[in-house]
């Protein structure tokens, strides 16, 4: 089994080069939202799939990101300068509400992000002198390194790609390492892990302030790869599709969210010929998913295979690191 | 002084139905632990079941308790069998999800198979201006607030004054030993999503002549909901029904005093502060929790 996933990883890199080749400008933007996407979606999992709290706020953290990096780069600064003040921004918004919020949890937290998510909303709509309210920020400015401009579709895809390897790498390291262990045990026995002597409220509140500032840098991205932003993009619909992704992916997978964000970039495109109903068919879909297998795609797939394999013996706790054996 | 009037009264009436959505919703978190993220959905849906009915030919009252018994069936019965039923034994948050999923189906059906358009919804009275120290109130808002006063009365009757609605409250404090003297858990559960249903049916036709009825209108009144059942404290349907008064005035008051661009994050601080500090509600128990 870990020979095939990783075949299945490199297979799905090659595709994830060769792809943009192939596709007319419209498939590489759906593309590149994807990779912008996954980076969200990925700091949403840590959140959900390895602190195990729902959040509702990382739409409105992809929201700040974006924000910030159109009206800095307006402003003349440099791209990265903008982008990293994106994350860092995102950063400490996401501790400042994390730490009184991760005092409740669960359902109650779930509320308070959708409180923040409606909050943040608010106040792109209303502080004109700063987001240009309703009318949204035009013509955002994609960036160019050292002569390599990602202007094209093409480049900036690759661009995107490029800033989601290096962040999800980021991710797997630090998922290995004993901080990432902690967050696997803050979820699969809270007790145990305080009893083990791990500051379970100290390690939540990190998983939530990396979580929000991978919101962040996918927003810091999103604003240059749309060019156009307003605050009903950022809305509670947008947080919602987010937490769709990483459930219908597979939470507490690592490859969870990038399966997500695949199908829900996807599935509006292939279900297009239904016209208006595509919306009706995902949401079918959720809820047969919910129902029958709540582990989402990747939970589904490591089921068929473990039958047909019959390797029995991969313990609970493996597949809550997500990373395999 | 007369203004004040008049926006407490407005700001009753719509908290009543605030109260009432919220009720509903604490319910079903007491008995069966399901967080219906889709109940504002439930509240837009049944105005269209009585739009349909009346498109059909049936007068008003009629087609109002045809979108009563529709709710009951599809709202109640359908949802607790095909939704909740199959996911309860995966804990709280598949259920979250689905229930998220749902709102947008529910959403999107209306849209799709109705109309995207807001809909004119007849009022239950003749809109006459009623003078009360200077104040000008509309006989809806009265209309309002006795439709919802005599609803909560009838359902605290209920659940306080006979042998069913004690059984209800058995099976919310404690199902395993309401099991054990003899209560049928599985059927008190279900009789608190028909409730529900009577309920969220209730409220769209007290709040669908005010509003219009269109596909949108439940984001708002289900986060209305959520709200109101946090401030009063989620294991009380007393605290319910505050939480939903108290919401409905302070949004209105508000909106008309502090600023009206920022309706709506009223009464977020106000979530986000009683979460912070009283987690419980304001009249909720403390419930116990693993860490």
């Known amino acids: 089994m870990n020979r095939l996933r990783a075949a299945t990883a490199v297979a799905a890199t090659i595709f994830a080069v060769a792809v943009p080749f192939f596709l007319k400008p419209f498939g590489i933007f759906l593309i590149s939202m994807w990779a912008v996407l996954t980076i969200a979606a990925i700091g949403l999992n840590l959140t959900l799939g390895y602190a195990g709290q729902v959040s509702l706020a990382q739409g409105a953290f992809v929201g700040i990101g974006a924000y910030t990096v159109a009206l800095l780069t307006q402003a003349g600064y440099p791209f990265a300068l903008a982008f990293v003040a994106a994350g860092g921004l995102c950063f400490a918004i996401g501790g400042m509400l994390g730490y009184p919020a991760l005092r409740v949890q669960h359902h109650y937290l779930a509320f308070v992000t959708l409180a923040f998510t409606t909050l943040v909303f608010l106040v792109l709509r209303n502080e004109e002198w700063l987001t240009n309210g309703i009318y949204g920020i035009n013509g955002i400015i994609r960036p160019t390194f050292f002569g390599w401009s990602t202007r094209s579709a093409l480049n900036f895809y690759f661009f995107s790609l490029g800033t989601l390897a290096v962040l999800s790498m980021a991710t797997w390291w630090m998922l290995r390492s004993p901080w990432g262990r902690a967050f696997v045990a803050l979820r699969e026995n809270p007790i145990r892990a305080l009893s083990l002597g791990v500051d379970t409220r100290r390690y939540t509140l990190m998983a939530f302030a990396i979580g929000s500032s991978l919101g962040g840098l996918s927003g810091g991205l999103y604003a240059p790869l749309v060019q156009f932003i307003d605050p009903g993009s950022f809305a509670l619909g947008m947080s919602f599709n987010l937490l769709l992704m990483v459930i219908v992916g597979g939470s507490g997978y690592f490859f969870g969210p990038f399966v997500g964000a695949l199908v829900a970039v996807l599935l509006p495109e292939w279900t297009r010929i239904t016209q208006g109903y595509y919306l009706i068919i995902y949401a079918t879909l959720v809820m047969v998913m919910m129902a029958f297998c709540p582990s989402g795609i990747l939970g589904l797939i490591e089921r068929v295979l473990k039958a047909a394999f019959r390797s029995g013996g991969t313990a609970p706790a493996l597949r809550a690191e997500g990373i395999g054996p | ?291």
């Open chain 2, 1 to 291: 002084m007369a203004s004040f009037i008049q926006l407490l009264i407005s700001g009753l009436a719509t908290g009543a139905i605030y109260a009432l959505i919220a009720v509903g919703f604490t319910l079903l978190w007491q008995t069966s632990q399901t967080i219906n993220f889709a109940q504002g959905e439930f509240v837009m849906l049944p105005a269209f079941f009585i739009l349909a009915a009346m498109n059909a030919g049936a007068p008003f009252w009629v087609a109002a308790l045809i979108g009563i018994a529709l709710a009951v069936v599809i709202l109640g019965l359908l949802f607790k069998v095909v939704i909740v039923d199959p996911m309860l034994r995966y804990g709280v948050l598949p259920l979250v999800i689905s229930t998220i999923a749902l709102s947008l189906f529910l959403k999107e059906s209306a849209k799709d198979f109705y109309s995207s358009q807001a809909q004119p919804f007849p009022a239950l009275v003749p809109a006459i201006d009623v003078h009360f120290l200077g104040a000008v109130i509309s006989t809806q808002s009265l209309a309002v607030l006795g439709v919802a006063f005599a609803t909560v009365a009838a359902l605290h009757l209920l659940l306080n004054n006979t042998r069913l609605g004690r059984a209800m409250q058995a099976t919310a404090q404690n199902p395993a030993l309401a099991l054990i003297l003899g209560v049928p858990v599985r059927r008190m559960v279900l009789y608190t999503f028909l409730i529900n249903a009577v309920l969220v049916a209730i409220a769209a036709i007290l709040i669908s002549p005010i509003y219009l009825a269109k596909f949108t209108n439940g984001e708002t009144l289900g986060t209305a909901a959520f709200i109101a059942a946090i401030i009063g404290g989620f294991n009380q349907v007393r605290g319910a029904i505050l939480g939903g008064v108290v919401l409905g005035v302070l949004d209105n008051l508000s909106a008309a005093y502090l600023s009206s661009q920022y309706r709506g994050a009223f009464p977020l601080l106000i979530l986000i502060a009683v979460i912070l500090l009283r987690p419980q509600g304001l009249l909720g128990r403390v419930e116990e929790r693993t860490v």
